[in-house]
Nanobody, 115 residues
Framework: QVQVVESGGGGVQPGGSLRLSCAASGNTFSIDAMGWYRQVPGKERELVARVDSSGNTNYADSVKGRFTISRDNAKSTVLLQMNSLKPEDTAVYYC?????????WGQGTQVTVSS
C-alpha cells in the first residue's frame, strides 16, 4: 500500500523553471517505478518522465533536454526539474507509482506557463 502526494506546481512565465516533487509513503520498499504524467482538458494523459528501480529513465520527446527526473536513494521521492518552460507545458501533472502489480496516482498539481 502506497500513498502519493505531489507538490511544487504553480504559475510561471515562458522560459522559467519549476520543480515538482512526488513523495511516496507507506510500504515504499517494493516500488518498481515512479514517473510524471500530464493531462490537458480534452486530451489523453501522457507520459512526461519516468524512472524505474534500476535507475533507467524515459522522457517524452517534447521535454527532452528541458526536464530532468531524479529519485532519491530510498526511492521514496521523485523530483521533476522543469526548465525552459513553454506555454504548451501547461497541464495538470500527476505522479504515478508502480508498486508490485498496482498503480497509484497522486492527486495532480497544476502547472501554468503564461506571460
Amino acid at each position: 500500500q502506497v500513498q502519493v502526494v505531489e507538490s511544487g506546481g504553480g504559475g510561471v512565465q515562458p522560459g522559467g523553471s519549476l520543480r515538482l516533487s512526488c513523495a511516496a509513503s507507506g510500504n515504499t520498499f517494493s516500488i518498481d517505478a515512479m514517473g510524471w504524467y500530464r493531462q490537458v482538458p480534452g486530451k489523453e494523459r501522457e507520459l512526461v518522465a519516468r524512472v524505474d528501480s534500476s535507475g533507467n529513465t524515459n522522457y517524452a520527446d517534447s521535454v527532452k533536454g528541458r526536464f530532468t527526473i531524479s529519485r532519491d536513494n530510498a526511492k521514496s521521492t521523485v523530483l521533476l526539474q522543469m526548465n525552459s518552460l513553454k506555454p504548451e507545458d501547461t497541464a495538470v501533472y500527476y505522479c504515478r507509482v508502480l508498486w508490485r502489480w498496482t498503480i497509484y496516482w497522486g492527486q495532480g498539481t497544476q502547472v501554468t506557463v503564461s506571460s
